[in-house]
């Protein structure tokens, strides 16, 4: 098997998928009412080691400040990268995070 991590798509390693949240507000008195935003920023990408049990399947979860939110998934499989609902479901184990 080949392995490649070329635009964004993961084949043969093991997979990654970052995801942030980042949410603002600004209030506009003039109309009574707060504007809030939200912006999304995902990232999906490849571990390639040689000793596969120092990668914890699975993804963690991380609010900060109640205005960021951040979600990392490591999943095994071709292509398991691709969403989060697939990430968070191959393979996973019980425990969550990535551990290098």
């Not at 009574?32 to 040689?50: D, L, P």
């Not at 109640?66 to 490591?74: G, I």
């Amino acid at each position: 098997m080949t392995s490649g991590c070329k635009q964004q798509q993961c084949i043969g390693h093991f997979c990654t998928l970052a995801t942030q949240r980042i949410i603002s507000s600004s209030a506009n008195a003039a109309a009574g009412r707060m504007n809030i935003h939200a912006q999304i920023n995902e990232k999906q990408g490849c571990i390639n080691v040689t000793d596969h049990h120092k990668i914890q399947l699975g993804c963690s979860h991380k609010w900060m400040n109640n205005e960021e939110e951040e979600l990392f998934c490591a999943c095994s499989g071709d292509l398991c990268n691709k969403d989060l609902n697939t990430a968070s479901a191959s393979k996973s184990s019980p425990k969550s995070g990535i551990l290098l």
